[in-house]
């Protein structure tokens, strides 16, 4: 029997390990088949005045790489958009429809693609937003319709393919589905969290949040742990 596949689009490395890491380290143990888009090459997040854009690009390549290594992912795929400048563009757009036609996921996660004010201490990323967007304008409905980017089918034989579920990260307020998760899937992705050296300065309290985090996100569904998404159901 195939494998059942989830993927996971993000803008930068880490987004998903902080976001939503548990639940991927649930599937992969559970046997899917996990697959990471990063849409940009991750040259940007640091404050070292030392470091070249290309240098910062490897270091965090790498760095996602070992992430995934500990989670059990099945690949990861960059698509090296500049860091900093996302957009939802039609060729963003056309780059995760391949992806999604290559893996054909059931379940799709990405980020939220509207800002929330409603936080006084995190005002955001565009490029999160950029990529909810363009991961949500890929599912529906680039990815499903062959007369969409027609090239992707004619010419590199890539049928379409409509995503079942999508699920939005979200840290709880907007939140509508709960995903339990273990204990060791929390202590996993905490490990695959701390793999992110250049953007992790203190290890222990990342740590720490990370695991009271999906405590407290448990306590919605009377679990130990759990991470919070909005859930559509595709029909």
Not at 142 to 154: G, M, N, Q, V
Request: proline content about 6%.
């Amino acid at each position: 029997m195939e494998k059942k596949c989830m993927m996971v689009v993000t803008a930068h490395p880490d987004d998903a390990d902080f976001g939503c890491s548990a639940t991927v380290a649930k599937f992969s143990r559970e046997g899917w088949d996990v697959v990471y888009v990063i849409c940009t090459d991750g040259s940007k997040g640091t404050e070292d005045r030392t470091i070249t854009p290309k240098e910062l690009s490897k270091i965090r390549y790498d760095e996602q790489k070992n992430s995934g290594k500990v989670l059990g992912l099945r690949d990861v795929i960059f698509l090296n958009y500049p860091d900093g400048y996302l957009e939802p563009t039609l060729s963003v757009r056309k780059d995760i429809s391949r992806q999604i036609r290559i893996w054909k996921p059931e379940i799709l996660i990405t980020t939220n693609p509207t800002r929330d004010l409603n936080n006084s201490t995190y005002l955001g990323h565009p490029d999160h937003f950029a990529a909810g967007e363009a991961a949500l304008s890929a599912v529906f409905p680039s990815a499903r319709d062959h007369l969409t980017f027609p090239d992707l089918f004619e010419k590199e034989n890539l049928e379409p393919h409509k995503v079942k579920e999508v699920w939005i990260m979200s840290y709880g307020e907007n939140a509508d589905f709960w995903n339990p998760v273990t204990e060791s899937d929390v202590d996993t992705s905490i490990e695959a969290l701390l793999k992110h050296v250049s953007q992790i300065p203190d290890p222990e309290s990342a740590a720490s949040w990370m695991k009271k985090r999906r405590q407290n996100l448990g306590k919605n569904i009377d679990s130990d742990y759990a991470e919070s998404f909005r859930k559509f159901v595709m029909n």
